[in-house]
């Protein structure tokens, strides 16, 4: 996994929870990078399980929970760092169309050694789409955060279903229907 989602994820949790539970997780898990992250580089996504592990026994909240969390701040934050792949975009269905196909393909050539999800989509009528993620790294969660990010960037109400499908020889499994509630003009 990439350094800039260990930096997002750190820097979120010194501003939203404190620079003592910053440090604190990173000094109760066990880190090959001692929890010194850059940008570039590329750290093992077990110790992002296990950063939010710790931050899920400091504050008794689900990992499942601070996972979706993160998923929607790393969404907005996005938004920010990399303009370009959202703002080209009228619609979470629109974006989500071309995730795979474009997102994280220009992803892959920015960050080398990327390690992304595969998403396939289908569109079962105007207002509701199929959104299937695959991945060898167990992030759903995180993966419905983002979704409801970008949902909460566009402002469209829509309903997501997720269905958690078994672990196969392709990995994680889920897929997520997502039904806009209101018509658009
Ligand atoms: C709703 C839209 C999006 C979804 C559902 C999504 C989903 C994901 C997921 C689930 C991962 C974790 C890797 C895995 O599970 O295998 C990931 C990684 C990543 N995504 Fe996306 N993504 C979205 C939009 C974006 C956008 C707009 C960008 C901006 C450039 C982006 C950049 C990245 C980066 C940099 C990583 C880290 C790759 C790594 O650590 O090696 N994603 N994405």
Redesign the pocket.
């Known amino acids: 996994?990439?350094g800039?989602?260990f930096r997002e994820f750190m820097q979120m949790v010194e501003d939203q929870f404190s620079l003592e539970t910053a440090d604190a997780i990173i000094e109760s898990s066990k880190l090959a990078s001692a929890g010194s992250y850059t940008s570039v580089g590329?750290y093992p996504?077990e110790e992002m399980v296990e950063l939010v592990h710790q931050l899920s026994i400091r504050l008794r909240k689900p990992v499942p929970d601070l996972l979706k969390h993160f998923?929607r701040h790393l969404?907005q934050r996005?938004t920010v760092?990399?303009p370009q792949?959202?703002t080209t975009h009228q619609s979470?269905f629109e974006?989500?169309s071309v995730?795979d196909d474009h997102?994280?393909v220009?992803?892959r050539k920015?960050?080398r050694?990327?390690?992304?999800?595969s998403?396939e989509h289908e569109h079962l009528a105007d207002n509701r789409m199929l959104f299937v993620?695959r991945?060898?790294?167990a992030?759903a969660d995180?993966?419905e955060g983002?979704?409801e990010?970008?949902i909460e960037h566009f402002g469209e109400p829509m309903h997501v279903e997720r269905v958690d499908l078994p672990v196969d020889g392709r990995g994680?499994h889920s897929q997520f229907t997502l039904t806009r509630l209101h018509e658009q003009p």
């Open positions: 996994m990439k800039i989602v590329t996504h998923g969404f996005f760092i990399h792949y959202v979470a974006l989500l995730l997102v994280h220009e992803v920015l960050y050694d990327a390690e992304l999800p998403f993620y991945s060898a790294r992030l995180f993966a983002l979704i990010g970008c994680a």
